[in-house]
Every structure is written in C-alpha cells, then in structure tokens.
C-alpha cells in the first residue's frame, strides 16, 4: 500500500499544468456568476417576486439545511465513478436550477428551487474536492492557495458587475444576472468538459465502507471545529454591517469598504501564506495562529461603536485587515487537514463530509451571531473571539491526534493506512 502512495505522488508530481488550469478557469467563471447573483438574490426575490423577507429566509434555510444530505453519497459517487462526471453532473444541474429562479411566483416553488440548487452545489462541493485532489501537482498546497485566489476574485469581479444591475433596479436586471449565473455553471462545466481528464476510481481496501469517513474521529472532531469556525466568514459578512449600521455614527460607505478590504486581503495574501501550509502539523498550527488573530478582531469591531465617526471607518477597516489574514490561515488550515487527513481513494466522500460541517455552521451562523452576540453587545464581541481563540487552540492537538491514528500500518476507519507527518504532505491537493 505504501508503494501504492508513492507511485501515486510520483504520478501527481509529473502531472500537467492543463488540468489545474481547466479547473482554476472553471471555478473562476462559475464564482464570477455566484458573485452577480448573490449580491442581488435577497432583492430579487423581495422586490420583484415580492416574496416577504422572512419567507425568503424561511426557504433559504430550508434549502440549507436539506441541501447537506447530498454530501457523503454525492462523495461516494464520485470515489466510485470519477470525480469529473459527479462535478459536470452538479455544474449542469445548478445552471437549471439557478435559470428557473426567473420563473418563480410563489414560496413554495422558490424552496423547490432553491433546495434542488443546493442539493446540486453540495454534491459539487464534494466532487470539486476530490478534483482538486487528484489535479493537486507537486506542490498541492499551492495549487490550493492558488485556486482559492482565484476563487475570491471571481467573486469581486461578480460583485462589482451586479452593483449595475441594483442601481437600475428593474425587473429585467435582475432576471439578467439570474441567467448569467445559470450561464456561469454552464460554462464551467464546457471547461471542465474540455480541460479536465476522466480521472478513473483509485483502487479501494476491502475494508472500505460508504460511511468509513464517520468512524475517523480525528477527522470528524476537525471536521466540527472548522464548522464552528467558520462563524468568522458571517462575522464580517453579517454582524459587523448589522453593528456599523445600528450602533456607530460610521457612515454608510463603510459597509462597502469593509467587504472590499476583505476580498483584497483575501486575494493578495491567499498565496503567499496558503503556499507555506502543507502538513497537517502545519495546519494545526495556522488553525490556532487564524483564533488569536480573530481574538484581536472582534474586540477591535466591537469598539467602532465607542469612537467619533470619523475615527469608526478607520478603525473598523483595521479589524477586517486582522480579520482578513486569519481567514487566510484559516483557510490554509481546512485545506492542509482537509485534504491531507483524507485517504486518496476516499476523497469524495471525506470532502463530502467536511463540506456538511462548514455547510452546518454556516447555516447556524445567523442565528448565532445575530442573537448570543448582539444580544449581549460589547461582552458578546469578547466572548466571540474567545471562542475562536479556543477553538483554534485545539487545531495542533486535533491534528496530533489525527497523526497518530495515521502511523504506517495502522487502519483508520476502514481507510487506507496513513503515514507519519513526514509523509503527510498531501500526495492529493
């Protein structure tokens, strides 16, 4: 099995840049499309479907939530047949889903809709997992930290080019952007048609089971952390709008800059720090670096509300600076132990799994944020970087744990046996 391992990290060192380029392009375009609708989707479905906001969040949460059962068997489907058709699959899917949107009149019909589009976007989330497993090349780590760049400006540029169509306002805007991003979908799919390789189903242990992934606590227990942290992407999307709007004098335009200082970061730092994260040791460590920095970025948000208004913008675009580059170590972490916790013939299904907890804290994360934390006002914003601080605590410890369940020879859930950390820079992406 180890000679397996390495034939296999041999194989992905001497792999063509093509296929890396094809799924980079691909992503890129379907997230450009995510970022024309997502930043008009709340007003569309108010203002022209003229749906009540609170039905529109009733729906979305359905959606959410019964979206996350397609991860582990869309997983499996792809560690069974090839990661390339289950991703096609759920492009050419979303493209339906998301260009029927302009057809709804009723709540009933936006949470089929919306249900289907997410049970679609969760089995592409597994099977683009296991893609970039196998598209990972010597340097997985930057391949990643790459992607994810590239991702991020995608969904920048998607941003900007739907702040047209709210200016104007109409009907026919909106149902453009809609269809946009069906066309988006549509056109990753033809990249990923032309530009990906069929990747075949790596071989699998007897021992193999649909649901070994849920036997792996090392992973399970990583898996519940980096859904607990991903409060943090809400924190800045949500909350702190919510805190400059009802509780500084900061004016309007800060909210703005706030999401452009977010995405800047982001895009500027994602490759050179997600580069140097390879091991899963390396990722325990950027997981607890990502809680201290968020431990001093809530605070900082949380004082906006007790300075002059000239002073809040300032002060709140230092917070997302700090907030930001935890991201980025956040980030590099999920991909270090994500990917590389994960055995190769089941990436599918684990990628499956871990894209359900992100999915779960995400889904919590409103609630979360908009109740405990603004319910308590400043005491809130120390408790919650608290608890990002304790939760990345236990990033390097969960990540020994996850080592030495991995020692050569050593079967973890059914899955094929791990090696040391030497050996754990990811022969996956």
């Not at 009933?108 to 997992?129: S, Y």
């Not at 973890?412 to 030497?422: Q, V």
């Amino acid at each position: 099995m180890i000679g397996k391992r390495a034939g296999l990290r041999m194989s992905n060192s001497a792999a063509p840049s093509g296929p890396q380029r094809a799924l980079i392009a691909a992503s890129f375009v379907s997230r450009v499309g995510n970022g024309l609708f997502n930043t008009a989707a709340v007003l569309y479905f108010t203002l022209v479907v003229h749906l009540p906001a609170t039905q529109v969040g009733v729906g979305l949460t359905i959606a959410g939530l019964v979206g996350l059962l397609a991860g582990i068997p869309a997983g499996n489907l792809a560690d069974r047949y090839g990661p390339r058709k289950v991703w096609l699959t759920a492009l050419v899917l979303q493209a339906a889903t998301m260009a029927a949107f302009v057809l709804i009149h009723d709540w009933v019909t936006f949470t089929l809709i919306a249900t289907l589009d997410r049970l679609a976007a969760t089995a592409g989330g597994a099977a683009g997992g296991a893609l970039i497993a196998r598209t990972g090349g010597e340097r997985p780590a930057a391949f990643r930290a790459r992607l994810r760049t590239f991702v991020n400006l995608g969904v920048v540029l998607g941003t900007l080019g739907a702040a047209f169509a709210v200016t104007v306002d109409t009907r026919s805007a909106y149902t453009a952007l809609i269809l946009a991003n069906a066309a988006s979908f549509a056109c990753a799919a033809l990249i990923a048609l032309i530009g990906l390789p069929d990747y075949q189903p790596l071989p699998r242990p007897e021992e193999h089971h649909r649901w070994a992934v849920l036997s792996d606590r090392p992973f399970v227990s990583f898996t519940a952390l980096y859904g607990a942290m991903g409060l943090q992407y809400q924190t800045v999307s949500l909350l702190l709008p919510i805190w400059l709007s009802a509780h500084t004098d900061a004016p309007r335009w800060t909210v703005a800059a706030v999401y452009a200082v977010n995405s800047g970061v982001c895009v500027l730092l994602q490759s050179r720090i997600g580069s140097r994260v390879e091991t899963p040791r390396q990722g325990g460590r950027a997981f607890r670096l990502a809680g201290l920095l968020f431990l001093v970025s809530c605070p900082l948000m949380a004082l906006t509300a007790d300075v002059p208004a000239w002073i809040a913008p300032g002060l709140a675009v230092l917070a997302v600076c700090v907030h930001s580059l935890g991201e980025v170590w956040e980030s590099s972490a999920g991909f270090a132990l994500g990917f590389g916790l994960a055995p190769d013939h089941a990436q599918g299904q684990y990628q499956g799994f871990f894209g359900i907890g992100f999915g779960a804290g995400q889904a919590l994360a409103p609630v979360v944020l908009t109740t405990a934390v603004l319910g308590l006002g400043h005491t809130g914003w120390l408790l919650l970087g608290a608890f990002f601080a304790a939760l990345g605590a236990a990033g390097p410890p969960v990540a020994a744990w996850a080592q030495r369940t991995r020692r050569p020879g050593h079967d973890t859930a059914g899955a094929t046996p791990a090696r040391p950390d030497e050996a754990l820079l990811p022969d996956t992406a």
